[in-house]
């Protein structure tokens, strides 16, 4: 009984956004996987990831040249990665960390 009621309770507490504010698109010519409406960065790395229950979730790593450790940034589930995209990048310059979100 306590699962659902968390399920419930999640249902009713994070409110993601709809349509999310991003779209990942594949580039013709590079086969890279992009966020779309933001511009290609080279240090910016868009995947897709596949849980244990077949569910695919996009992650955003983002490189920084001086960086000796990776951030590992787990946001709440109101938040999209095209809300957070310039805060990736963000936090990625001014903590000098390789940041996966």
């Known amino acids: 009984m ?3 009621t968390s399920s419930m309770a999640a249902k009713f507490a994070f409110f993601p956004p ?3 504010s991003y779209k ?5 010519f590079t086969g890279l996987l992009l966020l779309s409406p933001f511009p ?3 240090n ?5 990831l596949s849980t244990r229950k077949g569910t695919e979730i996009v992650a955003m790593y983002v ?3 001086m ?3 990776t951030l590992l940034y787990s946001h709440g589930n109101a938040a999209d ?4 995209y310039e805060l990736f990048i963000e936090l990625s310059i001014h903590l000098r960390v390789n940041l996966l979100g």
Do not use: F
Request: charged residues 30%; proline residues 10%.
């Open 40 to 42: 290609h960065r080279e």
């Open 24 to 28: 990942v698109v594949k580039d013709d």
């Open 67 to 69: 960086a000796t450790s």
């Open 81 to 84: 990665l095209g809300q957070m």
């Open 2 to 4: 306590g699962g659902m």
């Open 44 to 48: 910016v790395e868009v995947m897709k």
């Open 18 to 20: 709809n349509p999310p």
């Open 63 to 65: 490189r920084h040249p």
